[in-house]
């Protein structure tokens, strides 16, 4: 039974279609990671899951629960999200994870201790308690890309979606926050939805990817069969070759020079 269902979803600002009937399945626990060139689809297809954006036919259902059924609050009961550029507050750590609950309060809730257990696991979870008294701006990128993993978590959601959440980060801070995104997965069995330009990362690490092109499924499946597929050179309109990592020995991917 699907945690997750997308049937024939279709969006179009104006006369231009930025998604084309894309259907998926998610199971709860599931790790998908969304592969395809800039401008195919994959930020607004998080941006529907989300309820930022609406769609102009097929269905979305989260538990069977459509969307289209679901107040803002109640769907950020069931989806947090972490998005690219997210601009810098000029609050504390705390103050900022604080603000991911106010899916479970109403205007004049005051904090509970549910709500303190919700902090402290997220908290603990993304190994921040040495700056939560620091302000946001004084953050560096790979820190604040935890915070705000953090206050996703602070949710108590049990799917995150993630857009990018490397693309701006140094190598040791990119493996830094997969780690934490596997462990989250992995270990706390948060089903993960994750876009990323990063296909070796999908390939090693996600249990499923979707492939988008020009707003239309291109492919659709267990990540490890992605490499050995003849699909890859499609996604980007770039020649591929696969090796074996040295360390490891599973197939990774390099661009070649010849064009698709």
């Known amino acids: 039974m699907s945690f997750l269902a997308v049937s ?10 930025l998604l084309s ?9 599931d790790y998908l990671c969304i592969l395809g060139q800039n401008g195919a689809g994959k930020s607004t297809f998080l941006k529907a899951l989300m309820g930022i954006i609406s769609f102009d036919t097929g269905d979305i259902t989260l538990e069977q629960q459509p969307f289209r059924l679901l107040s803002q609050k109640q769907l950020a009961r069931s989806v947090s999200y972490v998005g690219q550029n997210h601009p810098i507050l000029d609050m504390t750590v705390s ?7 106010y899916a479970h ?8 201790t549910t709500d303190q257990t919700a902090f402290d696991t997220a908290v603990a979870l993304t190994d921040i308690a040495v700056f939560l008294e620091r ?15 953090a206050a996703a978590l602070c949710q108590q959601a049990p799917m995150l979606l993630l857009d990018e959440p490397t693309s701006s980060l140094d190598p040791h801070h990119q493996v830094d926050v997969h780690d934490l995104i596997q462990q989250l997965n992995q270990t ?14 999908a390939v090693q690490h996600s249990q499923h990817i979707l492939a988008l092109k020009s707003g239309q499924v291109l492919w659709y499946g267990a990540s ?14 770039q020649g591929f070759v696969t090796v074996a990592h040295p360390e490891t020995g599973q197939l990774i ?6 064009q698709q």
């Open 8 to 17: 024939d979803l279709s969006v179009s600002i104006g006369e231009k279609a």
């Open 21 to 29: 009937s894309v259907s998926v399945d998610v199971a709860k626990g």
């Open 95 to 101: 103050d900022f994870i604080r603000f991911g609950r």
């Open 105 to 112: 309060h109403d205007a004049f809730a005051t904090w509970s």
């Open 135 to 149: 302000h946001c701006a004084s953050l560096s990128g790979g820190e604040y890309q935890r915070v705000q993993i």
């Open 188 to 201: 706390h069995q948060i089903t993960i939805i994750e876009v990323t330009h990063d296909i070796n990362h």
């Open 224 to 237: 490890s069969d992605l490499l050995t597929s003849a699909t890859l050179p499609q996604v980007y309109d």
């Open 253 to 258: 991917a390099l661009t070649s020079e010849g």
